[in-house]
C-alpha cells in the first residue's frame, strides 16, 4: 500500500487499480485518501478501485466527487457508484443524467443500470433522447437491467431507431425484460439489415423462450445469408430442443475446429464458442 504515496502518478494509479482488483477492504480509507490526489487520472482510479470493492464507506467521498470540475473524475465516480448497492447513490446519480459531458452521462446511466432501482426507470427513459448515441445506448441497457415493465414500449421505440447500434442494445434489453409483449417486434427484428441485430433478436428470442418462435427461427438458420447469424439461431433452437439444429452446430464445430487446427491457438476459443450457443 506505501506505493499509493510514490512521487510518480503513473505508480499511485497503477496501485489503486491492483487494490481495486484483489477488493482489499483494507484499502479503502488509503484510496478515499487518494481522491483528493492532485492527478486527475490518480483520483480517478481511486474512485474505479472503490468501486470495484464496493465498501459503503466509499458512498459519501464518491458522491462528493460528481461535483469535481475534471470531467474524468466525474464519469469515474459515477461508475464506481454503480458497485456500492446502496441506496444513497440513486439519486445522485439521477442527477449526474443531465452532466454536460457526455461520458459522465453515460457512466451515470450504467451506474444506475447497475443498481436496479425502479426509481432510475423515468429518468433513463428520457436520456433516451440524448444527441449521444452512446449515451443512448448505455440507457437502453441500464433500462434493460431494471426490467420496468414501463421501460417497454420506449424499448420497442428505440429498436426501430435509424442508428444500428441503439437497435441492437434496445433488442438485447428487450431479451433481458423477457416480456412476452415484445415477441411480434423480435420476430419482425430478424429480418433486420444489420447482422449484428439479427443477432441480438435471435438471442433475445431465446432468452424469452416461446415456442411460437421457433418457426421464425428456422427459416432465420437456413436462409439469412451470414453465419454468425445462423449459427446463433440454430443455437437458441437447439436449446429448445431441435435435434436438427443441435446437429447443425456439431457439424460446423467440426469444420470450425478443422480450420482452427492451422492456427492451434484458436481451437479452444472457437470451441468455446460454439457450445456457449447450445448452452448459453
Known amino acids: 500500500m506505501d506505493a499509493l504515496n510514490d512521487r510518480d502518478e503513473k505508480v499511485r494509479s497503477s496501485a489503486a487499480t491492483a487494490l481495486g482488483w484483489i477488493k482489499d477492504r483494507k484499502a479503502v480509507e488509503p484510496l478515499i485518501n487518494l481522491l483528493k490526489d492532485k492527478d486527475a487520472g490518480v483520483a480517478s482510479s481511486a474512485a474505479i478501485a472503490l468501486g470495484n470493492i464496493g465498501d459503503i464507506r466509499a458512498v459519501n467521498p464518491l458522491i462528493n466527487l460528481l461535483g469535481e470540475r475534471d470531467e474524468k473524475i466525474r464519469s469515474s465516480a459515477a461508475r464506481a457508484l454503480g458497485g456500492m448497492k446502496d441506496e444513497r447513490t440513486v439519486m445522485p446519480l439521477i442527477k449526474a443524467l443531465e452532466d454536460e459531458n457526455k461520458d459522465v452521462r453515460s457512466s451515470a446511466a450504467y451506474a444506475l443500470g447497475n443498481t436496479g432501482d425502479k426509481r432510475a ?65 423480435l420476430v419482425e427484428t430478424l429480418k433486420d439489415e444489420d447482422s449484428y441485430v439479427r443477432t441480438e433478436a435471435a438471442k433475445a ?36 430442443g431441435n435435434r436438427e439444429a443441435f446437429n447443425y452446430l456439431i457439424e460446423e464445430l467440426n469444420k470450425g475446429i478443422e480450420e482452427a487446427k492451422k492456427r492451434p491457438i484458436m481451437v479452444g476459443i472457437f470451441c468455446g464458442r460454439c457450445l456457449r450457443l447450445c448452452w448459453r
Do not use: F, Q, Y
Not at 443512448?136 to 447500434?165: C, F, H, M, Q
Not at 424469452?208 to 453465419?227: F, Q
Open 121 to 185: 426507470t423515468d429518468p433513463l427513459i428520457g436520456v433516451l433522447k440524448d444527441k449521444e448515441a452512446g449515451v443512448v445506448s448505455t440507457a437502453i441497457s441500464a433500462l434493460g437491467n431494471i426490467g420496468d415493465a414501463k421501460a417497454l414500449e420506449p424499448l420497442i421505440g428505440a429498436s426501430k431507431d435509424r442508428n444500428s447500434s441503439i437497435r441492437r442494445s434496445a433488442v438485447t434489453a428487450l431479451g433481458r425484460m423477457k416480456d412476452k409483449r415484445a415477441l411480434n417486434l
Open 205 to 240: 428470442l431465446g432468452e424469452i423462450g416461446d415456442r411460437s418462435a421457433m418457426p421464425h427461427m428456422e427459416k432465420v438458420w437456413k436462409e439469412d445469408k451470414d453465419l454468425g447469424v445462423r449459427m446463433h439461431a440454430a443455437g437458441v433452437l437447439a436449446r429448445m
